[in-house]
């Protein structure tokens, strides 16, 4: 009795034994050290806060063909600023009417602190008067020739705070922008300032029925 219990007892331990180092193809297993880690997406950055906008002044001189701004604002100075100095001028086509048109002698894209520092543009109006040569033609090709009837006999700086590409970012249509300053639009809150200086075209402007010149 006793040695049949053994050989029982011996048969299931190594039944227990052989079952425990199988190779079940049919279950997996993975290690946690090769387990993926739970993905998370990145954190988006905060919203500014209420940014308050009392002051944004464009000051400046033109000396001959030289103009020289800053801007005097309390945005903060990582606020970014799209800036340019530009010359207008109205034309007239068969299939758009009157229009005004801002060929621009500089452009730039800059944040406030930059533009607190003195920005100088050289007024090359022989540039200026190439891209309107350029659109005439342009206009020629397309079987709409425009007719210059007027230049602006001035320059202008422009300063416009963008709604997008902010950091950190403006809430949407920028209405936490508020102010003496802040122009409230239908498409959002609005800074913008425009500063002239009174400057006469220097460059005749070549066009098909010849030569305009405002010298």
Known sequence: ???????????????????????????????????????????????????????????????????????????????????????????TSSQSGTETYRPRYWERRATVEALRT???????????????????????????PMKIQSVDQAVTVELTVPLSGQSPPLAPNADNMTGKMVIVESRGHIIHSELSFPSKLTAPVKTQRGWLDWR
């Open 1 to 91: 009795m006793y040695r049949h219990t053994r050989w029982i007892l011996v048969a299931t331990v190594a039944a227990i034994c052989g079952a425990c180092g199988r190779d079940n193809s049919s279950e997996s297993f993975t290690s946690p050290a090769s387990a993926p880690e739970p993905t998370t997406s990145p954190a988006q950055p905060a919203i500014a806060e209420v940014v308050p906008v009392e002051r944004f002044e464009i000051r400046g001189k033109l000396d001959g063909n030289v103009l020289t701004f800053t801007l005097d604002t309390d945005l903060p100075s990582t606020a970014i600023v799209m800036a340019s100095v530009d010359r207008s001028y109205a034309a």
């Open 118 to 144: 003195p920005q100088t543009i050289r007024i090359d109006d022989q540039q200026w008067a190439a891209m309107i040569e350029v659109a005439l033609e342009v206009s020629a090709r397309e079987n709409d």
